[in-house]
């Protein structure tokens, strides 16, 4: 089955500096990859998402990669602010499977 | 309606009790689920439903029963748990059904303590 990998586990930013999180997966046949925002207590949320027929994709502040030969895909989130501070899942599906990285921990600093 | 719900938001339960989630969506999606969540850890697929069938069983012991009535609702019958069930359950649902990939919209959630 998939399997996907997510680095920092935690990152520790100050507030307006960039944070970049990495994951990597090893199905070929995963074609969709979400990216969600946890807060305490809180629902899984999309922030971004980008499909395999695309290499990148921008909403505002946040930023998307994919290399699908090198199974990489990337989150840039620029101009951090405080409210950024959650746990970040990247995620990948094939169909209707979705698999989650670990998560990342992410504290923007005031 | 664009939310998916879930009753109750939290539950108590003994070992030997039978209790049911809930989850709820008014969207018209075809394809609904049951994650798992510990503390700290990314969510687990439990199940897939797709057009009210049951389309994946990520080997789920049986004292977790999925059941989905209609295409708005999900339930997850519960009998005979362990303490180490003790999770925050979340449901879920994507507009298109079994093999189209597309965006998974979370309710908030259950949080289960087995005592």
């Known amino acids: 089955g998939e399997n996907v990998e997510q680095h920092p586990s935690t990152l520790s930013v100050q507030e307006g500096d960039s944070a970049v999180i990495k994951c990597t997966y090893s199905?070929?046949?995963?074609?969709?990859f979400p990216w969600y925002k946890q807060e305490l207590g809180k629902r899984p949320q999309l922030i971004i998402d980008?499909?395999?027929?695309?290499g990148e994709k921008k909403d505002q502040r946040i930023a998307v990669t994919l290399n699908k030969t090198a199974k990489h895909f990337s989150l840039h989130i620029t101009e951090t602010q405080p409210e950024d501070s959650a746990v970040y899942f990247c995620a990948a599906a094939a169909g209707n499977k979705l698999t989650f990285g670990g998560g990342t921990r992410v504290l923007v600093k005031p | 309606d664009t939310e998916v719900t879930q009753t109750p938001k939290h539950l108590v339960m003994g070992m030997t009790n039978k209790k049911s989630l809930k989850c709820e969506q008014h969207?018209?999606?075809?394809?609904m689920y049951w994650y798992k969540q510990k503390a700290k850890k990314p969510p687990e697929l439990m199940f897939v439903?797709?057009?009210?069938?049951?389309?994946i069983n990520e080997s789920v012991p049986s004292r977790f029963s999925p059941e989905c009535p209609n295409s708005s609702l999900l339930n997850l019958h519960l009998h005979a748990l362990q303490p180490e069930d003790s999770a925050l359950y979340l449901c879920?649902?994507?507009?298109?059904?079994?093999?189209?990939?597309?965006?998974?919209?979370f309710g908030p959630g259950t949080r289960l303590t087995v005592l």
């Open positions: 980008i499909r395999s027929n695309v």
């Open positions: 969207m018209g999606h075809r394809a």
């Open positions: 199905d070929s046949a995963s074609n969709y």
């Open positions: 879920a649902s994507s507009q298109l059904g079994t093999g189209n990939t597309d965006t998974q919209y």
């Open positions: 439903y797709s057009y009210e069938k049951l389309s």
